[in-house]
């Protein structure tokens, strides 16, 4: 099993950065993808942004292409998501999620470990 931390959430102004960190440990050793999600109060949990841990290949949100980019550092086990150009509509509990599977599924359902969530709070 692998086990996720997330870190990096705060509270930034509308047009500010911000870099999640997703930090793995246990079996890491096998290919995964690793997906960052996110959840509004009261909205579904929805896709941002995943990558797969071999290939580098990356996927994203039509809602956050442009602005956000997932990225994997495997000697560290961590993926990190840098979010630009924050909007008010990103603010969110964000959750990084993994499965060993190299396929970037879009559903949260198919990923089978979760992180504990960070939350992210952008300002007008």
């Known amino acids: 099993q692998v086990q996720l931390v997330e870190s990096g959430g705060g509270l930034v102004q509308a047009g500010g950065s911000l870099r999640l960190s997703c930090a793995a440990s246990?079996?890491?050793?096998?290919?995964?993808?690793v997906g960052w999600f996110r959840q509004a109060p009261g909205k579904e949990r929805e896709f941002v942004a995943g990558i797969m841990k071999i290939t580098g290949r990356t996927s994203y949100a039509d809602s956050v292409k442009g602005r956000f980019t997932i990225s994997r550092d495997n000697a560290k086990n961590t993926v990190y998501l840098q979010m630009n150009s924050l909007k008010l509509e990103d603010t969110a509990v964000y959750y990084c999620?993994?499965?060993?599977?190299?396929?970037?599924?879009?559903?949260?359902?198919?990923?089978?470990?979760w992180g504990q969530g960070t939350q992210v709070t952008v300002s007008p």
């Open positions: 999620a993994a499965r060993y599977i190299a396929y970037v599924d879009y559903d949260p359902n198919k990923y089978g470990y």
């Open positions: 246990g079996r890491t050793s096998s290919d995964y993808t």
